[in-house]
């Protein structure tokens, strides 16, 4: 099946720090790629969604500024979180699809990102 | 807007007997996608069936199907002779297109 590679799995760093999560698509061309936030014991919460070569949407109440998400090749988007603090603690979990709404999403293993 | 109601936080069921787990779905959109997906408690997404609207047959992978009722909006995860393996988090999905996720159910099969 298709794999989706997500690294790094788990980042501890101090307040103020910027922490880039990378998603890779291994054997197949993600048109669009997904960002997922999810907290204990919650749902996945859509972030954004981006198109190779085309700028991010983000959904609402997600900050742009702080959640910088690049999407240049049909392999490869990263999420860059800006200026961390605790409050953006959480696990973070990306995804990939080929085109079209009948295409299962296929999800990396997720970063657990902690924030001193 | 399109929603996705799980209303069962958590499950029990028996090792080796059946459970099913509800999911609920309101969209305008004629054309859409359900899916279900696991999560483990090391936290990985695992793809388990998927229903297309306009699917005549209810979708079925293995010990999963799914129990689609399109006039009722619902999508429901049966799930046959459970194992342990299968305590989990299940989470019921649309994408209209991004993949939106119900609440989850945290199914624990007892032995």
């Known amino acids: 099946g298709a794999v989706v590679s997500q690294h790094p799995s788990r980042v501890i760093c101090k307040s103020g720090t910027s922490v880039k999560i990378e998603c890779r698509s291994l054997?197949?061309?993600?048109?669009?790629m997904f960002w997922y936030r999810q907290f204990p014991k919650q749902s996945l919460m859509l972030m954004a969604t981006?198109?190779?070569?085309?700028?991010?949407?983000?959904e609402q109440g997600v900050e742009k500024d702080k959640f910088l998400i690049n999407h240049a090749s049909l392999t490869l988007s990263t999420l860059t979180v800006t200026s961390a603090h605790p409050e953006d603690s959480s696990f973070y979990i990306c995804?990939?699809?080929?085109?079209?709404?009948?295409?299962?999403?296929?999800f990396g293993d997720g970063t657990r990102l902690s924030i001193l | 807007a399109q929603k996705i109601t799980q209303t069962q936080p958590g499950m029990f069921v028996q090792e080796k007997e059946a459970v099913t787990l509800d999911c609920t779905y309101d969209t305008s959109d004629p054309s859409y996608g359900l899916f279900w997906y696991k999560q483990p408690s090391s936290g990985e997404m695992i793809f388990l069936i998927y229903q297309g609207s306009y699917d005549q047959q209810n979708a079925t992978e293995g010990r999963y199907s799914l129990n689609f009722q399109k006039a009722r909006k619902s999508a429901n995860l049966v799930i046959s002779a459970s194992q342990l393996g299968d305590s989990a988090m299940y989470f019921c999905a649309m994408r209209i297109p991004s993949m939106r996720f119900g609440a989850g159910t945290r199914l624990t099969v007892k032995p």
């Open positions: 981006s198109n190779e070569g085309s700028k991010a949407t983000y």
């Open positions: 995804s990939a699809s080929g085109q079209g709404r009948y295409q299962p999403q296929h």
């Open positions: 054997d197949f061309q993600a048109t669009t």
